[in-house]
């Protein structure tokens, strides 16, 4: 079973979910320990620097989290140690113990004169996390061209995800994924708002 990566360190702040804070959270949550397997990469990667301003102003996220109908934060981590801030909203009625869809977001901060070299690995690492993981991958379009991008679309444990892993400011990393764990809750409008993220066309492409 997928574990939790546990809690932040450092000095770093968790929140628990909203309607019960003292309920451990859940074990089998693949998304966490594939970022925590890559925040550790990037640790390795050298450059941390300190948060920036996504971490006192979510205002673009919100926005996001409620187009694609998650509007509830339902756990966040904020780790002070390894600059990484993960954001988990959900539907108002579910939480993040029961829920059938959900909007993850992730961003570490790296050296700004690295960021599109750091983004690039964090894609590169996250493709082969997934793989020794046994996701099934339907789509991993990494660009090869302009800044670093990546758009994703893989099941895991169930879980059907549709992402995207690129640098909305110079020194900050963002991975941004919509999971359902039902056929048909993830929408066209979901895929198109998290293609836009990124710039990926509409249309189908073929699996890198």
Request: net charge positive; charged share 25%; proline share 8%.
């Amino acid at each position: 079973m997928l574990c939790h990566p546990g809690p932040p360190r450092g000095g770093g702040t968790l929140v628990a979910d909203s309607r019960d804070p003292r309920r451990p959270l859940p074990r089998a949550h693949p998304r966490r320990l594939f970022v925590g397997l890559l925040g550790a990469a990037l640790v390795c990667f050298g450059g941390l620097a300190p948060h920036a301003s996504f971490a006192k102003d979510p205002g673009p996220i919100e926005r996001l989290a409620r187009d694609l109908g998650t509007p509830k934060l339902g756990w966040s981590k904020i780790d002070d140690a390894t600059s990484h801030v993960m954001l988990e909203f959900v539907r108002r009625n579910e939480t993040v113990h029961n829920w059938n869809k959900l909007f993850t977001v992730n961003m570490m901060r790296v050296s700004a004169a690295r960021t599109d070299e750091a983004t690039r690995d964090t894609a590169l690492r996250y493709r082969s996390i997934l793989r020794d993981h046994g996701a099934d991958v339907r789509i991993y379009d990494m660009r090869h061209s302009g800044p670093a991008v990546c758009y994703f679309e893989f099941t895991q444990s169930g879980e059907i995800n549709v992402g995207a892993i690129y640098s909305p400011e110079p020194g900050t990393i963002a991975i941004e994924q919509v999971a359902a764990r039902r056929p048909g809750t993830i929408t066209k409008h979901d895929v198109h708002r998290i293609r836009q993220l990124v710039n990926y066309p509409d249309e189908i492409a073929t699996q890198s």
